[in-house]
């Protein structure tokens, strides 16, 4: 993905309701993919990974869902709490085997 | 189980100084990944190594980067000499093995240079 310096996409959501974060990536030729969450001062933090011969993987409150057609990446967070307040990024391993991190988004949970 | 150690979490320096950042990844990952974050902006990688060996450095701007992981375990990152635009946080992340598994990532090193 681009970087946008310092201004990184933002998501405010109410606290209880669901939140989508989206990402573009740009290597068609890339097989898996990585969503972090990353909290203020601290490194990213592993959420759920996808394999390209997938289109949707779930975990605890957590849903990936990857169209390949559009290369488009989305995180769906179920009942979000204040605790998933963070930027979070979507990674993808490409043909040369290396992570690429995309422009982060950050999520804001409203009270 | 202990999480990558960085060390140290902060450091600030002048231009034309030099610096090193230390990491201990978790134990048992052979593979250690050294990033970049510039403020605002998702990780780049700068460095791979898998055990010893470097796996990839296309990234690293070796007139002024260096790492090295002697012993496959440890490592460090040197920067000499440092320049404004090295400002940054540098990450180091770990997985069991080269690009099959999640990297997991420490907490980082946050260069400011004046």
């Known amino acids: 993905g681009e970087s946008v310096g310092l201004h990184l996409p933002t998501l405010s959501v109410q606290e209880g309701d669901n939140s989508i974060i989206n990402c573009a990536y740009s290597n068609s030729a890339s097989d898996y993919f990585i969503w972090y969450k990353q909290e203020s001062g601290k490194g990213p933090q592993f959420i759920i990974d996808?394999?390209?011969?997938?289109d949707k993987r779930q975990g605890q409150r957590v849903t990936v869902l990857l169209n390949k057609t559009v290369k488009h990446l989305s995180l769906q967070i179920a009942a979000t709490q204040p605790g998933d307040s963070a930027v979070y990024f979507c990674?993808?391993?490409?043909?040369?085997?290396?992570?690429?991190f995309g422009t982060g988004t950050r999520l804001t949970i409203i009270p | 189980e202990a999480g990558v150690a960085q060390s140290p979490r902060y450091k600030i320096i002048e231009k034309r100084q030099s610096v090193a950042f230390w990491c201990n990844p978790i134990?048992?990952?052979?593979?250690l990944y050294w990033y970049q974050q510039i403020l605002g902006q998702g990780p780049k990688l700068l460095i791979q190594f898998q055990n010893n060996g470097v796996v990839d450095d296309s990234q690293l701007p070796k007139d002024r980067f260096s790492a090295e992981r002697l012993k496959g375990v440890d490592s460090t990152l040197k920067i000499q000499p440092a320049k404004l635009e090295d400002s940054a946080v540098y990450l180091c992340?770990?997985?069991?093995?080269?690009?099959?598994?999640?990297?997991?990532f420490g907490a980082g090193t946050r260069l400011s240079v004046l």
């Open positions: 996808i394999r390209s011969n997938m």
């Open positions: 990674a993808e391993r490409g043909g040369n085997e290396k992570l690429t």
């Open positions: 992340a770990s997985s069991f093995m080269l690009n099959k598994n999640i990297q997991y």
């Open positions: 134990s048992g990952h052979a593979t």
